[in-house]
């Protein structure tokens, strides 16, 4: 009986969909909040790679229930396609384990159109997005233009909105940004069609949500990127458009901030980016080759290659800070197996002062000297380990480290990629131990 916010606490790809998976055997319902097909979440089941982005990562397990909140921007082809992918793969033939919210905004295709065409414009100012159309549709979120999932079933509302978007964005699209037109009529049929195909999964999840609160379930809020991608906490500009921290649970789901009873940070035993901006700990040399390699550190929504690096402990305390985090969980341990010794950052160098708190100025960001500290590393391979006493003592204090620099306490540890690569040390909900 509890309702837990999970969060990436770097700049995404932390491993978030495996722990949700892993976490859903606790939970009753998995819920995604914030951003949409910029997420890539990972799930590994013996052989099969299942890439989820913007249905919850919960769907593997077929008696837990998945809703898609209002607080994402959900992307209606794209959609169809991961359903057919997951039904291909032996999941989610049950239409009733997802909802999805009526009052979600749509990425359009223009909105695809307006990222890609406004990131070739920038240039060598390009944020290095997804290409998704994320930006673009919350651009029109908040400024009221956006079309909700609700739209799609009145005729009149949805042509305005069109007729509204459409004499804004085409001419922009054409004339500024070298991309193609859309044509209304095209749109309009198209996403009526997947309107009336998508139907039995729209509801009131505001509803539904706070109902399932009352029964007592077990409710896993799951984010998407991370606490740096951030719209406000992060590197911004070089950040995503959605608020990715804890906070936009409630908002992107339409309970209170009173229902929520802890959130856990995923922590990558290393760092790592996609795209473009500041990334202090950065190793461009064999070790970040090494990172990228060992941990197979491609996109999964783009497949661009990751920027690698050492943990960052400035970072982490800050996305401890700016969620509220009251547990951790470290995934990816295995991949620093053979690793002399470990370097982890425990403060920014910058103008002659050693500074603790992530400074909001990105130039000073990217000008900062990491101050690190060191740690021996361990040659075995752990990635069979699965009980925390069986880690090599390097290893152990390793995240000892961490968790002292970070004041939280690890409760679970990533070892593999797949399910059962996995020390589980206590229940997310209860926080019992295993
Ligand atoms: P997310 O966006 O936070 O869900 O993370 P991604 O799925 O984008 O990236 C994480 C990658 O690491 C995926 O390929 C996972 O299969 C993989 N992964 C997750 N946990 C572990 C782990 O503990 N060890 C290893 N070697 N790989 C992991
Ligand atoms: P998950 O949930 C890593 C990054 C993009 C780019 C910036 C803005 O898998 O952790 P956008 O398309 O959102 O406008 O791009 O944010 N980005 C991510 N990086 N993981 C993600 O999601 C990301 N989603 C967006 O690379 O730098
Ligand atoms: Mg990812």
């Given at each position: 009986m509890a309702n837990i916010i999970l969060v990436g606490s770097q700049w995404g790809d932390e491993g978030k969909g495996k722990v949700v998976d892993i976490y859903t055997e606790f939970a009753d319902v998995v819920i995604r909040f914030q951003g949409g097909g910029n997420a890539g979440h990972t799930i590994v089941i013996g052989d099969q790679q299942i890439i989820l982005h913007q249905i919850p990562s919960g769907i593997c397990h077929p008696d837990k229930l998945c809703i898609i909140g209002n607080g994402m921007v959900l992307d209606l082809e794209t959609l169809v396609e991961e359903i057919e992918l997951l039904r291909k793969n032996g999941y989610f033939f049950d239409d009733s384990q997802l909802l999805i919210s009526e009052e979600v905004h749509l990425v359009m295709p223009y909105h695809r159109l307006l990222d890609v065409g406004k990131e070739k414009k920038a240039g060598d100012k390009k944020i290095g997005t997804t290409g998704r159309g994320i930006g673009p549709a919350y651009a029109d979120k908040i400024n009221r233009t956006g079309i909700r999932f609700i739209d799609l079933f009145d005729e009149n509302v949805f042509r305005e909105k069109l007729e509204i978007n459409l004499a804004e964005k085409n001419p922009y699209l054409a004339n500024q940004l070298d991309q193609p037109e859309c044509n209304g009529n095209e749109l309009f049929e198209k996403f009526t069609a997947l309107g009336e195909n998508l139907k039995p999964h729209l509801t009131n999840t505001s509803v539904t949500i706070n109902r399932l609160i009352q029964e007592g379930k077990n409710i896993l809020f799951e984010g998407a990127q991370g606490a740096l991608l951030d719209i406000d906490h992060g590197t911004y500009p070089y950040v995503t458009s959605s608020s990715t921290t804890a906070g936009a649970a409630c908002t992107g789901c339409g309970i209170g901030p009173t229902k929520i009873d802890g959130v856990v940070g995923i922590v990558k035993a290393y760092s790592t980016r996609v795209g473009e901006g500041p990334f202090p700990t950065e190793q461009h040399n064999e070790i970040g080759e090494r990172l990228q390699e060992h941990g197979k550190e491609f996109g999964a929504t783009t497949g661009r290659p990751r920027r690698c690096g050492w943990i960052d402990t400035v970072v982490l305390r800050h996305a401890v800070r700016v969620n509220g985090l009251t547990s951790l969980a470290l995934t990816k341990l295995d991949v620093l197996s053979g690793m002399e010794k470990i370097k982890i950052c425990r403060a920014y160098r910058i103008d002659?002062?050693?500074?603790?708190?992530?400074?909001?100025?990105?130039?000073?960001?990217?000008?900062?000297?990491p101050v690190y500290e060191e740690v021996e590393?361990?040659?075995?391979?752990?990635?069979?380990?699965?009980?925390?006493?069986?880690?090599?003592s390097a290893a152990k204090n390793y995240i000892n480290v961490l968790q002292e620099l970070l004041g939280v306490e690890f409760i679970l540890i990533s070892v593999g990629a797949k399910r059962d690569g996995?020390?589980?040390?206590?229940?997310?909900?209860?926080?019992?131990?295993?």
């Open positions: 002659g002062c050693e500074v603790a708190e992530f400074p909001a100025n990105i130039q000073k960001v990217a000008d900062s000297a590393g361990w040659n075995q391979d752990i990635s069979a380990v699965r009980r925390n006493e069986d880690l090599p996995t020390i589980l040390l206590k229940n997310p909900f209860t926080l019992e131990r295993i």
